[in-house]
């Protein structure tokens, strides 16, 4: 499984490509920042963002996308801005079919390091841990990124983890019998 992670913001959006393989080690591909000047106006921002999304969906071909979900718990210029990136890479991602997942900042935080609570620095060096890199990845867009393709890429295991059991659990035609009301 690859996964693309973005760390979306208008000014400076966190990319980080992630590969995951049956008995390996997860594997950093790409990791990297997309910058659009703040004095720009919003269009030629998002435009940049789109752009800088589609050239890395062409080049590393992910399998799907995480993005990080928006927190109104900053102020509200911020989560627009963080809003109006967000919805450029899941447009980008929606053009070629790949499904987009979200995942807050605590989500990604308790996956990477075991606390909700986590600043920067330890997200930081979690994500250097798990990727095996000699030097933490800069700046935290780019870390933040990889934390979220990592996060997803764990997520997606449990979950089909926890879909095997129920399909072992409860058979389809078992579950179809238990609807027509001839198992009891």
């Given at each position: 499984?690859?996964?693309?992670?973005?760390?979306?913001?208008?000014?400076?959006?966190?990319?980080?490509?992630?590969?995951?393989?049956?008995?390996?080690?997860?594997?950093?591909t790409?990791?990297?920042?997309?910058?659009?000047?703040?004095?720009?106006?919003i269009?030629?921002?998002?435009?940049?963002?789109?752009?800088?999304?589609?050239?890395?969906?062409?080049?590393?071909?992910?399998g799907?996308?995480?993005?990080?979900?928006?927190?109104?718990?900053?102020?509200?210029?911020?989560?627009?801005?963080?809003?109006?990136?967000?919805?450029?890479?899941?447009?980008?991602?929606?053009?070629?079919?790949?499904?987009?997942?979200?995942?807050?900042?605590?989500?990604?935080?308790?996956?990477?390091t075991?606390?909700?609570?986590?600043g920067?620095?330890?997200?930081?060096?979690?994500?250097?841990r798990l990727?095996?890199?000699?030097?933490?990845?800069?700046?935290?867009?780019?870390?933040?990124?990889?934390a979220l393709?990592?996060?997803?890429?764990?997520?997606?295991?449990?979950?089909?983890?926890?879909?095997?059991?129920?399909?072992?659990?409860?058979?389809?035609?078992?579950?179809?019998?238990?609807?027509?009301?001839?198992?009891?």
């Open positions: 499984m690859r996964v693309l992670g973005v760390d979306p913001g208008l000014t400076r959006c966190g990319l980080g490509v992630v590969d995951d393989a049956p008995g390996r080690p997860l594997t950093v790409a990791a990297g920042v997309l910058c659009a000047p703040a004095d720009a106006d269009g030629h921002r998002l435009l940049l963002i789109e752009r800088g999304i589609e050239r890395w969906l062409d080049e590393y071909r992910p799907a996308v995480a993005v990080e979900r928006v927190s109104s718990r900053y102020n509200v210029r911020t989560v627009m801005g963080t809003a109006q990136a967000s919805a450029v890479a899941i447009l980008c991602a929606a053009r070629r079919g790949l499904p987009v997942a979200w995942h807050t900042s605590s989500e990604v935080k308790v996956a990477v075991g606390s909700a609570g986590a920067k620095a330890q997200v930081g060096a979690m994500v250097t990727l095996q890199l000699d030097v933490p990845p800069e700046p935290a867009d780019t870390a933040d990124a990889l393709a990592i996060c997803h890429i764990w997520r997606a295991q449990a979950l089909n983890r926890l879909q095997q059991a129920h399909a072992t659990a409860c058979p389809a035609p078992a579950l179809a019998r238990l609807r027509k009301g001839t198992i009891r």
